[in-house]
């Protein structure tokens, strides 16, 4: 069974940064495509980045401050988050889509809450 697991959340100041990793599991089928989004109480959920074979894109909100990567060895992807804001406090959840087909996986959700 597919499983993505996300770690590295936490509580941080206003300007500091935090280092988000989702693990792929329970198949041997590599990332295709992979997203981060965040959902803030009262708000929808909304994509943060995202990395496929024709690169990278980012919201708005994150150009500059946020880097989208992965490790295809370690069937991993990683949200580098620096200059954190207030704002940026939210759920984040990473999604995949993986070689092979057209599902896509949810984690579970890891806190980030950035402190003023």
């Known amino acids: 069974q597919v499983q993505l697991v996300e770690s590295g959340g936490g509580l941080v100041q206003a300007g500091g940064s935090l280092r988000l990793s989702c693990v792929v599991s329970?198949?041997?089928?590599?990332?295709?495509?992979m997203g981060w989004f965040r959902q803030a109480p009262g708000k929808q959920r909304e994509l943060v980045a995202g990395?496929?074979?024709?690169?990278?894109n980012y919201a708005d909100s994150a150009k500059g401050r946020f880097t989208i990567s992965r490790d295809n060895a370690k069937n991993t992807g990683y949200l580098q988050m620096n200059s954190l804001k207030p704002e940026d406090t939210a759920v984040y959840y990473c999604?995949?889509?993986?070689?092979?087909?057209?599902?896509?996986?949810w984690g579970q959700g890891t806190q980030v809450t950035v402190s003023s």
């Open positions: 990395i496929s074979s024709g690169g990278t």
């Open positions: 999604n995949a889509v993986l070689w092979g087909g057209e599902l896509n996986y």
């Open positions: 329970g198949t041997t089928r590599k990332i295709n495509a």
